[in-house]
């Protein structure tokens, strides 16, 4: 189970703090209602990093259309022939958007960017 801790505002930014497989600190970079959320993880001791922008839109039958764009950097070169050759670039979004279907009550598949 993941928990997530807000902490106080840096620079004027939103931050927080998500508990599960890893501890891992986020700074939301943008907030545009209700259209668009940036964030990325602010620590910098991880092997890895990035930012993932959130672009919601109205869909044709009524719903929200959530498009999710990850621009991740993996700094080991370990753990960046893993990501590639073993799990996938992809297999964390992936998840993630599985479980958020799961959660509304909507499964989803998910679909790679062309």
Avoid: C
């Avoid at 505002?9 to 501890?23: L, S, Y």
């Avoid at 940036?38 to 990035?50: E, K, M, Q």
């Avoid at 070169?77 to 998840?95: E, G, K, Q």
């Amino acid at each position: 189970m993941t928990r997530v801790a807000t902490l106080p505002p840096e620079a004027g930014q939103i931050v927080f703090r998500e508990h599960g497989r890893d501890t891992v600190t986020y700074r939301v970079e943008t907030i545009e209602p209700p259209r668009r959320l940036v964030v990325r993880i602010a620590d910098t001791d991880l092997p890895y990093g990035g930012a993932w922008t959130y672009d919601f839109a109205s869909s044709t039958d009524g719903g929200t259309q959530l498009t999710i764009t990850e621009r991740g950097e993996v700094y080991n070169p370990v753990f960046r022939f893993l990501s590639r050759f073993v799990f996938s670039h992809h297999a964390t979004i992936d998840a993630y958007l599985r479980a958020l279907g799961t959660k509304l009550g909507d499964p989803v598949t998910p679909e790679p960017a062309r």
